[in-house]
Structure formats: C-alpha cells, structure tokens
C-alpha cells in the first residue's frame, strides 16, 4: 500500500486539500466533524494493533471520511479500511460493511480500489463472505470488474473469487451475469488479473448446476486456452476447473464435441509440470475416461506411456491419481491389449499391497478386474505376476479395512468365472481364508464370499479333495457355512440361503464319494434342505424377508453362474415379483437337492 494509513491520513487533510489538482479546486475545506474525526484516527493509527476499527468511536470515525463530499476524505477512508483489514479479518457487522460498500460505489476508481480490496481482505473469513453478498455487494464488484483500470480488475475479480467459495453465494454469483466478466477476464493480459479470474471459475465449478451456467456463459473454451499458458497457476486452476466440468456426462459431450486437443494438452502436463498439475492433469483424464470415447483416445494418444512412471511414484497422490485413471481406461475392451502390452500388470500387481493408501489398493485391484472381465482371452499372466499371493496377502491382514477387503474379495467373485484363474485360486489356499468372510458383518463381502464358494462348488469334480479338507475347519469350516445358512429359524437373507442349496446341490452332484457322505450325514443340511423343498416352514419367512431380497436383488451382486438372469437386476417397481422369484429358485433347488439325495447310491 506504499504509506501508512496515518501519513494519508495527515496528508490528505492538512488543510491543503485545494492544492491537489485543477479538477478538485471546488471541493470544500474540512469542516469541525471532518476535522476531529482526522485528528482521532490519527491519533488512533498510532496504537493500531490495540484499536479495532470496526466498531464503536473508531468506525464512527471513518464512516465520517466515508460519508464526506471531500474525495481525499473517501480515498484516505478506503485506504484506512484496506490497510486495516490486511492484518484483521474478524467477522465484521453491518455497520462496518455499510460504508465500505459505499465507497465501493464511488465514481473515482482508486476510491472504488481501495474499497474493494477491502472486501477481498475481509471475504477470506466466511460470516463476512456472506453478509457482503446479502448486503447487495455483488453489483458495484460487478461494475468494478467492467473497469478499464487494472488495479480495479483485480481487487474485483479477487473479492467475488474469495465470494464464490461460500455455498450460498455461488447461486447469486451464477445469477449476477458475473460469469460473463469473469470470463472474458481469464484472457486478461494481466496474468494477475488472468489468475483471480481463473480462480473465481474454478469455485463455481462445484456443482452440477452452477457448472451447465458455466458452459452457457461460454467459460469452457477460454479454460481450454488457458491449459496453453507457461503459469502454472493458471494450469492449475484451468485443469482443475476442467476436470470438475468433465464429471458431468453433458459436460463430456460438450468437451468431446468442441476441444479436439484437449487430451493431447492433458498428457502433456502428466509428463512435465508441477505434481499439483500433474494430479489434476490425470483426475481430469480420469473423469473424461468416463466415456468410452475417450477411453480409446486417452490410449490411443499415449495416455498409457505417462501413467506407468506415476503409479511407480513416491508420491501417493500422483499414484492415486494414475490408479484411478487407470481403473477407468481398463473399463474398455478394445485398451486390454494395450494396457497388458505396455508393461503395466507387473506394476499394478505390486499396487494391490500398496502401502498405507487404501485407494490405490481399490482402484488397482478394480483394474484388474476390470482386464480379466473384458474377453476370455487367457488371464495366465495374471496370476504369473503373483496376483493371488498379493490378494492373499491383503486378506490376511488383520489391518486390511472392509472396504479394501469387500473391493478384493468382489475382484476374486470375477476371477473364480475365468477358466484359466480359478484353479490358481484354489491352489493358493483361497477356500480358507473365504468361509470365514460367509460371516462378515458387510452385505457386500458376505454376498461375494459365498458366491466364490459356490462358484468353486461347481468344480467339485476336480477338486473334491480340496473341498473335503475345508469341511470343518477354518472356523467350522465348509459345514458351518452351510448349516447356518440353511438353519430354517436362523432369520437368513433368502437370497444367501440359495446360493447356499445351489452349492450343496454342486457338491453333491460333482463331489468325491467321501464329500457326498459328508453332506448327507451331516445332522441338519439335508433335513433343512427338505423342509425347504416343502416350502411349508418358509410361509411365514417370505413376508418377514421381503426386504431381504429386495435388497440382495437390486445390489446387483454377483452370485454365480447360477443366478445370472434379468430378474436379480430388477427394480423396485419388480420388488414383489423378484421376492417371489427368489422363493421359487429356493424351492426348485432345494427340490433338485433332495431328487439327487434319494437317488444317490451310498
């Protein structure tokens, strides 16, 4: 600010007001209120860091200088209230914004300066973000932004920037016409101008609404631009802005539809820029790859080359960030070959036991998913590169948390269906560890736990003797499992209890000869069984576990092969007939076990 607000004071009313310039020789001399209130805040200046300006004599001091018809009163006024609240930023009350926002509307633009940077200060705190805009201080920051005068642009563009960070007010901003303004100030020659501009889109890009408002006032273009500029602020602010547009699909289009150089302009900054550009750099090509289109062209550009040395990172944002993106371009069929080809597994393999980042963990292992749904090309590489001794690994982990678990065991419900991985799931000792997690207190992994197990319930022919050897052990083993699933009082999800009479009936049907006694001598399965297939003791469950089913159905779990209809992906407005969907299977597999059962030869 140059000189203390006291010299300005002093200055700007020695009695020497008339001497300033031709243009102001009519402006009257100080009068006795004018006169006492300079003396005071001067005096006041003095002791500044013990005065609060905000209240009380102080405030009545320069609200005098505000309300004054001397111009160097109102700019010493504005100046004061700047200075003052570069080093005090409390929340202020009506009375103290009143004048300020007068000054505000002054037709000299360095009065108009002073007094916006004023609210800039004051806006970082959020009661004062609020009360300046129900105040009405939106429209003469508006009006400052339109100025010619540079000084004025960025206290303006500062202040709404600051403004636009609270909730509440960005639905105002959005409806001011400040969208327009700020706009065409992002291609400011100013770069400090450019910046508060940059900045100010970037926080109305925080929701669906205020971002479509965005694309109207054509803001998407000129961030684009920006993405071409050597500040890395600007980069910043322009990447980030952009990858919040990209989360809409609309948003999407519209980038897809008009900016053909956009990924090309994204992979460049994951390969040199600063980490902060890098991680928003990828977060936008992430929520981009939301699309298939450009999951293909994400690759096709060379995506791929700049993300391998990330997920090699010592920084974990920047490995959080490729993984995430990653996960996405794995979505598409068409990038497996070029994702497998590049290098890439190895890396990813390693991630699933990635230290301390529970998100790398999830989106690494959602990657690996994701390759080995794609086609039914042979996933032997996968499981060369140690796949399963890092997932087991994780699962015995006392540390490992329910969500990186429930993400681990979902990737094991797919690789159990691909026939050239589930033979390593057995020989890793995954029955084990699974029959445990039948038990575990979130849906999702219980759900995934016994659709594993049935799914390798299907291959009994070929490995009875494995399954033989899990009977009662761990935790009860085998037996356990599916006597309490099968318990007609135990108060069990419908949908579980299924999955459970169609592992018996695989076991029974592909079993070795000692599995089979196992399963019909045991005290409660076969008896259960039957009285499901009679479907007697279940009249009164089926309306006590409508919402059981409900639930399991539209989950969209995967069970097995077994239960992959249209009908488990129903809506609500199905709800009834998917309930008594899931009973008939009940009964017809319970029916099936029990025809098989009276067949048997002991």
């Not at 631009?225 to 050597?230: H, P």
């Not at 900016?259 to 900054?269: K, S, W, Y």
């Not at 980490?275 to 991680?279: A, L, M, P, S």
């Given at each position: 600010m140059?000189?203390?607000?006291?010299?300005?004071?002093?200055?700007?009313?020695?009695?020497?007001?008339?001497?300033?310039?031709?243009?102001?020789?009519?402006?009257?001399?100080?009068?006795?209120?004018?006169?006492?209130?300079?003396n005071?805040?001067?005096?006041?200046?003095?002791?500044?860091?013990?005065?609060?300006?905000?209240?009380?004599?102080?405030l009545?001091?320069?609200?005098?200088?505000?309300?004054?018809?001397?111009?160097?009163?109102?700019?010493?006024?504005?100046?004061?209230?700047?200075?003052?609240?570069?080093i005090?930023?409390?929340?202020?009350?009506?009375?103290?914004?009143?004048?300020?926002?007068?000054?505000?509307?002054?037709?000299?633009?360095?009065?108009?300066?002073?007094a916006?940077?004023?609210?800039?200060?004051?806006?970082?705190?959020?009661?004062?973000?609020l009360?300046?805009?129900?105040?009405?201080?939106?429209?003469?920051?508006?009006?400052?932004?339109?100025?010619p005068?540079?000084?004025?642009?960025?206290?303006?563009?500062?202040?709404?920037?600051?403004?636009?960070?609270?909730?509440?007010?960005?639905?105002?901003?959005?409806?001011?016409?400040a969208?327009?303004?700020l706009?065409?100030?992002?291609?400011s020659?100013?770069?400090?101008?450019?910046?508060?501009?940059?900045?100010?889109?970037?926080?109305?890009?925080h929701?669906?609404?205020?971002?479509?408002?965005?694309?109207?006032a054509?803001?998407?273009?000129?961030?684009?631009?920006?993405?071409?500029?050597?500040?890395?602020e600007?980069?910043?602010?322009?990447?980030?802005?952009?990858?919040?547009?990209?989360?809409?699909?609309?948003?999407r289009?519209?980038?897809?539809?008009t900016?053909?150089?956009?990924?090309?302009?994204?992979?460049?900054?994951v390969?040199?820029?600063t980490?902060?550009?890098?991680?928003q750099?990828?977060?936008?090509?992430?929520?981009?790859?939301?699309?298939d289109?450009?999951?293909?062209?994400?690759?096709?550009?060379g995506?791929?080359?700049?993300?391998?040395?990330?997920?090699?990172s010592?920084?974990?944002?920047?490995?959080?960030?490729?993984?995430?993106?990653?996960?996405?371009?794995?979505?598409?069929?068409?990038?497996?070959?070029?994702?497998?080809?590049s290098?890439?597994?190895?890396?990813?393999?390693?991630?699933?036991?990635?230290?301390?980042?529970?998100?790398?963990?999830?989106?690494?292992?959602?990657?690996l998913?994701?390759?080995?749904?794609?086609?039914?090309?042979?996933?032997?590489?996968?499981?060369?590169?140690g796949?399963?001794?890092?997932?087991?690994?994780?699962?015995?982990?006392?540390?490992?948390s329910?969500?990186?678990?429930?993400?681990?065991?979902a990737?094991?419900?797919?690789?159990?269906l691909?026939?050239?991985?589930?033979?390593y799931?057995?020989?890793?000792?995954?029955?084990?560890?699974?029959?445990?997690?039948?038990?575990?207190?979130?849906?999702?992994?219980?759900?995934?736990?016994?659709?594993?197990?049935?799914?390798?319930?299907?291959?009994?022919?070929?490995?009875?003797?494995?399954?033989?050897?899990?009977?009662?052990?761990?935790?009860?083993?085998?037996?356990?499992?599916?006597?309490s699933?099968?318990?007609?009082?135990?108060?069990?999800?419908?949908?579980?209890?299924?999955?459970?009479?169609?592992?018996?009936?695989?076991?029974?049907?592909?079993?070795?000869?000692?599995?089979?006694?196992?399963?019909?001598?045991?005290p409660?399965?076969?008896?259960n069984?039957e009285?499901?297939?009679?479907?007697?003791?279940?009249?009164?469950?089926?309306?006590?576990?409508?919402?059981?089913?409900?639930?399991?159905?539209?989950?969209?779990?995967?069970?097995?092969?077994?239960?992959?209809?249209?009908?488990?992906?129903?809506?609500?407005?199905?709800?009834?007939?998917?309930?008594?969907?899931?009973?008939?299977?009940?009964?017809?597999?319970?029916?099936?076990?029990?025809?098989?059962?009276?067949?048997?030869?002991?």
């Open positions: 140059g000189a203390t607000c006291s010299s300005i004071l002093t200055a700007s009313t020695c009695c020497r007001i008339n001497e300033d310039s031709a243009h102001r020789e009519d402006e009257p001399l100080l009068g006795d209120k004018e006169r006492q209130a300079v005071m805040l001067v005096e006041l200046f003095e002791r500044r860091s013990t005065v609060s300006f905000y209240e009380g004599e102080p009545k001091a320069l609200s005098t200088l505000v309300y004054s018809d001397i111009y160097h009163l109102q700019l010493s006024a504005a100046t004061a209230f700047s200075e003052i609240s570069e005090d930023t409390r929340p202020v009350s009506r009375e103290a914004l009143e004048p300020i926002l007068y000054l505000l509307q002054s037709p000299h633009i360095d009065v108009q300066h002073g916006s940077a004023a609210l800039g200060n004051l806006a970082v705190n959020m009661d004062n973000k009360l300046i805009v129900r105040m009405g201080g939106l429209e003469p920051l508006i009006r400052q932004m339109l100025s005068n540079i000084d004025a642009q960025i206290n303006s563009v500062g202040c709404i920037t600051n403004l636009a960070t609270a909730e509440e007010n960005k639905m105002r901003i959005a409806k001011s016409g969208l327009l303004p706009t065409r100030l992002a291609r020659r100013d770069i400090r101008v450019q910046r508060n501009a940059a900045g100010a889109l970037l926080n109305m890009t929701s669906a609404e205020h971002r479509q408002q965005l694309i109207s054509g803001s998407v273009p000129v961030l684009v631009e920006l993405l071409g500029t050597d500040d890395q600007l980069q910043y602010y322009a990447t980030t802005a952009l990858s919040n547009i990209a989360v809409d699909e609309s948003g289009k519209l980038l897809w539809d900016q053909p150089t956009l990924v090309d302009a994204l992979i460049r900054f390969d040199a820029s980490i902060k550009v890098q991680c750099a990828i977060l936008t090509l992430r929520n981009l790859a939301s699309d289109q450009y999951q293909i062209q994400i690759v096709e550009r995506g791929l080359d700049s993300l391998l040395p990330l997920l090699q010592a920084y974990d944002p920047l490995v959080i960030s490729a993984a995430a993106c990653l996960r996405n371009l794995s979505i598409h069929p068409d990038n497996e070959e070029h994702i497998l080809s290098g890439i597994l190895p890396c990813l393999v390693n991630l699933v036991t990635h230290p301390g980042s529970e998100e790398v963990q999830c989106h690494v292992i959602s990657a998913r994701n390759l080995v749904a794609n086609n039914d090309a042979d996933k032997t590489p996968f499981a060369e590169a796949l399963f001794e890092h997932i087991k690994e994780v699962l015995l982990d006392p540390h490992t329910d969500v990186v678990l429930s993400e681990m065991v990737a094991l419900s797919v690789f159990v691909d026939e050239s991985l589930w033979l799931m057995v020989d890793s000792g995954f029955l084990e560890l699974l029959i445990p997690l039948t038990r575990a207190e979130a849906i999702e992994l219980q759900y995934n736990a016994c659709a594993i197990i049935s799914s390798l319930a299907s291959k009994a022919s070929e490995i009875g003797d494995k399954l033989e050897q899990v009977w009662d052990k761990p935790e009860g083993g085998l037996q356990s499992y599916l006597a699933f099968l318990a007609i009082d135990e108060g069990m999800d419908p949908l579980l209890r299924s999955v459970a009479i169609w592992t018996v009936l695989m076991l029974l049907e592909g079993g070795t000869p000692q599995l089979v006694r196992l399963i019909t001598g045991h409660s399965i076969i008896k069984i009285k499901i297939a009679e479907m007697g003791a279940l009249s009164e469950e089926k309306a006590r576990h409508s919402a059981y089913a409900s639930a399991g159905s539209a989950a969209g779990l995967r069970v097995s092969r077994a239960f992959e209809t249209d009908s488990y992906g129903d809506d609500a407005e199905n709800g009834d007939e998917a309930d008594e969907d899931i009973y008939n299977r009940m009964e017809n597999l319970a029916q099936d076990v029990m025809a098989l059962v009276h067949n048997l030869e002991y």
